[in-house]
């Protein structure tokens, strides 16, 4: 039997540290989560193989216990891997441990006062010597040695969510958005994907149990399995759940998971002449949603380029929208929006444009009073645009091509001497002002 921590006896082989709580303010509605009573209810997950086996794996998941911690909390358990709360007064500590052919260890860190009642994102990750330990997207324990662990993790016995074996040590929380990687996630991806949903088919994602099933606090008897998302999906049974009323149920989950809403497979950019083309499919859903269009010229900051709204549907419709402006370098990205305010973004697409402004020339250069643009153009309209160096717009005006070379007489008199930029479209070029 793996090693379970007593009230009286602390680990003298983990390796402690101290971090004040992080609180995260609910923005969104809520998703849905599963509470366990604390009593019995547990989930059997089927023994899968690639499923936190291997010499890499993450397991992450929102968890909100529910009451003060007086006794061992199991979180997870498959025989390899042990992930569980333990009693230690005022401050009770979480445990991750991992078994390999070769050895076991674990890491361990004391939870700071008030940890209940409050939702907190846990992930646990094992690269083949390291485990690490985070809480709400911040490392804050690990293990290395000695002993240093190596070797692989073995397939365990069907994996328990919320019980130990023999119906030991039953969790009392409520439990949301849980995913297992064959991978060793770093701190940055996953604080990168902790607040939103994620794609089924992300690399290295083996299970995914988003907790999304029938009504919160509402009688969902008739549900007898825990869905995982997963294209070959490993979907769990519920066990001694009552699924009615507001404990052992499915109830109102972790309220800051942005939703996702588009496929991010079928997002495409397309160039079609000087314009481009978007193409995505909405993910099915069970209300009214909006697709607003977001561009950017350096993947950071976003404008919104237009709205395109979706009625319910209970399959992917497919959705477009052209932008008839182009930059030369192009950042999309779809930002979605159902009818409960939940948001999420899609994955960012890049398209490079080929130069659409040619031969632009200024003269004279130096200048005075008046420069002469000279400058050809795809047939349309031309943004000019007179920059300081701090980049400070000085003067803006429209002129309009016809496919052809445009002449355009610029007043400069009213700027201050120094050097300026001059931008038309996606082409610019410096002058200095006399």
Known sequence: ?????????????????????????????QS????????????????????????????????????????????????????YFYPNGANPGIIAEVNTSVDNSWAEYQLPAAWTNQWHHLAVTYDGSLIQLYLDGVAVSSLNGPPNLS??????????????????????????????????????????SMNTEIQPSTSGLTAYYKFN?????????????????VSSPNNGTLFNFLKTGSTSNFTLGYGSISVLAVKDASFTATKIGNTVQLNWKGLPSETASSFKVERSNDGIDFIALGIINSRASAIEVAHSFTDASPLAT??????????????????TITLAMNKLIAGLQLSPNPASSTIQLRLTAPKGSVLLQVKDLAGRTMQSIQVSSQGATVYKSLDISSLPKGIYSLIAGDASTLFIKQ
């Open 151 to 192: 070797g692989s993790v073995a397939m365990g016995s069907a994996g328990l969510l919320g019980i130990y074996a023999s119906n030991l040590y039953p969790f009392n929380g409520t439990m949301d958005e849980l995913r297992i990687w064959n991978v060793a996630r770093t701190q940055a991806q996953i604080q990168a």
């Open 32 to 83: 849905k989560g599963l509470y366990f009573d604390g009593t019995d209810d547990y989930v059997s997950i089927p023994a899968k193989a690639g499923v936190l086996t291997g010499s890499a794996l993450t397991f992450e998941t929102w968890l909100r216990p529910a009451t003060g911690i007086t006794s061992h909390n199991m979180i997870f358990y498959n025989g390899p891997i042990l992930i």
């Open 330 to 347: 192009n950042y999309y990205r779809i930002k979605s929006t159902d009818a409960d305010g939940k948001i999420g973004y899609s994955k």
């Open 213 to 229: 099933q029938g009504t919160a606090d509402g009688n969902n008897t008739s549900i007898t399995t825990l869905t995982d998302a």
């Open 1 to 29: 039997m793996p090693y379970l921590k007593p009230i009286s006896n602390p680990m003298k082989k983990a390796f402690t540290l101290f971090l004040a709580t992080l609180f995260f303010i609910t923005t969104f509605s």
